[in-house]
């Protein structure tokens, strides 16, 4: 089903129709839908994905009902917008740094109590300077404590409005495919001014898991497997770079 604009042409007559949600290549090289919205637009979206656009021959679809993860579009996913890291931090305080590659940067977020796979958990995220993509795979002890690799992997940017616009005007929606996170979350800005305040948020999808803490479950580095503590336990020091 690939190869013949299936993904666009299915986000073209979603929009239409007034529904949400998402469209994704599947690795079998079949698509997925992920549709919500009135019956009677399911049941015409259902219809056109049996028929499928100019130059698809679709074998067969298969339908079944699932529950709302509430989407605010119908986006298109499985395209990566870049790099994603998350750091824990010993330093004056111990905290998780979340960064998203924007371009030719790392734009970072500082976030106290660390991701959440809960939807109803509400994160404090303190907007902070940029950092290198260089510094994305630093780990170690360090002069002022030690920095460890939670999680990475990379990510796909969502929402209605393009980045980096949609960081600009102050709510982003982007899907994380990392060790230990994954799925829709969303940056929500709730005071601007020398170091803005954000919200990070779960999306209700397949990959939420209400009252979970995914960071205190799992608390080793993807790179190594030690935990903070063993880093801070550790001789030597080493500079990030820059």
Known sequence: MQGVGFRQATRRRALELG???WVRNSPDGSVRVHAEGPAQALAELLDFLQRGPRG?????????????EGHEQFAIRGVSAGEFVV???????????????????MRSWAVPRGPSLDP???????????????HNAFEGS???GAVLLWDRGHYEQGGRVAWPQALQRGHAVFVLHGHKLHGGFALQRTRAGE????????????????????VAEQR????????LDDLLGAPGTQRPPR
């Open 56 to 68: 698809a021959h679709v074998t067969g679809v298969e339908a079944q009902e699932t529950k709302a």
């Open 142 to 144: 360090t002069e002022h």
């Open 19 to 21: 529904l949400s949600g």
């Open 195 to 214: 170091k803005p305040q954000w919200l990070l948020l779960k999306r209700r999808d397949e990959h939420a898991r209400p009252g979970s803490d995914v």
């Open 87 to 105: 750091q824990e931090h010993a330093a004056t305080a111990r905290h998780f740094d979340l960064r998203l590659q924007v371009g030719g940067a």
């Open 220 to 227: 080793a580095s993807v790179l190594s497997g030690r935990t």
């Open 120 to 134: 109803a958990a509400r994160r404090l995220a303190i907007e902070v300077e940029d950092h290198s993509i260089a």
